[in-house]
């Protein structure tokens, strides 16, 4: 009989995830029975309890918001990476019981980047100050950005990224959120924005062809920033592309086994 193995992504609202296609395709495509992924809402406070009460079969969790710096709190060990932003997205269960923390946003960032044609020396505008531009942050230091401009509507919000910029080697600078539009012609645009938020730099953006977009939503998709970009040319990686790049270096943490991503890429696909 073969052993049934769990995990779930965590965090609240979750009932829209798509975490459970792509995951759940995977263990299909790689024969691996008696896996499944499903959705559990819970908030950050929760985290902890829910945690320490898994029991044994539980392979791994898929952390999103709000509790990706709550996730650090309850490894015993974390990734350096996740350590320097200061915020986990995957925690895997060990067989001794403790539970170890990444972060797989940063490597899928750097992969999606990479495909989409970013290079080293490229200069980087993130839009947003939150958990997902502490990961663009650190993307943008592994592919060796000349510079990273953060604008964010709350000033005290980008001065709580400079330590990471910091820790990670990254010269970061800071601009008014009311000149964003000016600093749309980076190399490299990442917004990081809740829904609507990046939506009147649309009709403000002086594009760049060669500028490479990236808007961390994927519903709806195409976003107004990431149409316009598309309209003049621009490379654009959406949401959906970091979803699948991040659940794969979730899926190998948890297994153990290389992730089938054309299969997962199918099912999300799909799931949309």
Known sequence: MTQARRAAVVGTPIAHSLSPAIHNAGYAAAGLTGWSYTRIECDAAGLPGLVAGLAPEWAGLSVTMPGKEAALTVAAEVSPVAAAVGAANTLVHRPDGTWYADNTDVVGMVEVLTA????????VTVLGAGGTARAAVAAAARLAAKSVTVLARRPEAVAELRPVAGALGVPMAAAPWAEAAAHLDADVVVSTLPKGAADPFADLAAWRPGTVCFDALYDPWPTPLAASAQVAGCPVVSGLDLLLAQAV???????????PVEAMRAALAAAR
């Open 116 to 123: 989409a044609g970013v290079s080293p020396g490229a200069t």
């Open 249 to 259: 270096g979730q899926f190998e943490h948890f297994t153990g086994v290389s992730a």
